[in-house]
């Protein structure tokens, strides 16, 4: 099946409009949109290609006025071609194939003036006669009965109407939608002018008569984007039947207090459930369907309530017009308002419409193949300067090393003399992470100067969001030093590579033990649960405190006590290991640690 639409957009050169527009045809799934009077020329369209995926077969007119486009998704674009389109931005022609059937397809425009009206559907006439299979959809200025005329403005049989008739009767084309609506009365053309009402149907689909089983709906609906309504019609000529496609979480569902909850009670009445303790993976599986199947009901009986919204204020719009229609007196302002809400209604369809949008690329678009991943980087490896000569003519591969030695050759930037040593500390580095140690403020601007460069040479930055400094001893910076540095100044401790240092050794200690032992324990906690050996316990347990243990040990060393209630050995023997010390013979040198 493919949704066909017919638009008259009075112009869409704004790209804001148009980007709402294209979320609305991705949202309601049109895989065939016939525009009118677009106002494009080539220059605008080869600027807008990449915010549409699928072909743009395109008509412009010559002053800039007119114009037709035919938009074709993704899905049917090997399934249609575009045969002709004229040089007025007036008539396009497309086949669209599906089934061993050809469906010509033809989206036309036509002119205002009643003499060049008469003309074009000469043209038309001219041009389908030999065409089967024949639907002629789009803005014809022409309307086919009383009942499509309301307010002030009237049929008129007159030669553009019989033009259109004769076009009918040549190519057993009939009106489908008044054929089905035979005394409904609905405008797809609306204008407030005067503070007066006019409104009428002249955007309409002509089809074949042999095409009518293959039409399984038609209906407007009423749009803020243009004075003219969407024509939608919904063509199956397949009878092969389609899954349900893959579900995604609608996240906006997260927002409402009403699912959470529900959610909350559904995880909480699972939990008493034997599978929890007996079979885990089977239990969480079953969570996970009671949360899908709960939230695709809700997500249903939200559709449905946005729509029964939106429809009423469809028919209210609909209402007011057939009263206008009728001679009766209307609120023009009512209808203003009317319309202001629809146009909100289509402003959160386009939201709903870019996170569906967002979920179909996650899962059909580029996957990061371990093929696209090393091409990627065997290209920035080959971009890259691998190698450089320093001033003793030696070959230089480590990327840090120029930073390293321009700020050492520096003269005007001093670094600090290490006690009992004759060595200098002044820049240490690991990865991507730099560590200066500077004796006086005076070297902070070279430090800035000599990142400047090597920003200049290399690309990198200065992450000044990350960055830090610590005065120490007796050294301080002024408010204006401050702000002139533009970084971050820590008062008492920074992080280093994971590890609280500064001038307060207890309040460093209590910030580098204590958050990794709650942490030790919760993680080995678990471990507990999966009813392992002592050597079995034992391996995740010294692994994960060796580990945590040396890092530490390097800067800090072990205290006796994390806090005044509970001791560190036993926290680890009793709660990790969960055993007695006998267990622990094979590790020497943690009971020795211990003892500490």
Known sequence: MVVICSLNCNGMRNVVNL??????????KFGIVLL??????DGFIQSIKHMYEGDIYYSNGTDGRQGGAVLVSKYYKDKIKCIYKDKQGRFIHVTYHENDTLVNLVSLYAPNVVSDRCNFFDFVIDYTKDLDNLIIGGDFNTSLSVLDRGSKTCHMNDEPYRKLTKLMNDNNLYDIWRARNPDCRIFSWKRISEGK????RIDYFLISRNMSSFVQSLYYNVTSMSDHSFVIMNLNCTCIER????????????FNEEYVQRVKDIISQEKESELFHRDF???WDNLKYRIKRYSQILSSDLAKQNKREYYKLERQINNICSKAASGMVIDIA???????????????????????????WAVESDKNTKYFLNLEKYKQESNAIKELLNENGDTVSDTEEPLH??????????GINIPNSNKIGLIYQHADDTTLSLCNKESIPEVFKEFDLYGKATGAKINRQKSEILCLGTGNLSVVEKDHIGLKVCEDYFQLLGVFIGKNRKMCDEMNWKNKIVKIKSLLNIWLLRRLTIHGRKHPSDFKFRTTRHTNINFNSLPIKVDTTEPFGPVVLNNILDANYSHLETSKTDSKLFER
């Open 281 to 283: 993976l089977v239990w």
């Open 405 to 414: 030695c321009k700020i050492v050759q520096n003269v005007n930037i001093k």
């Open 19 to 28: 980007q709402r527009f294209l979320s609305i045809v991705q949202d309601r």
């Open 36 to 41: 009118q009077e677009t106002f494009w020329d």
């Open 243 to 254: 899954g349900p496609g893959l579900w995604v979480l609608n996240n906006t569902l997260l």
């Open 334 to 360: 009512k209808l203003e308002n009317l319309k202001l809400e629809l146009s909100n209604f289509e402003i959160e369809k386009c939201k709903g419409a870019v996170l569906r949008a967002k979920a179909i």
């Open 197 to 200: 009402l006019q409104q009428s």
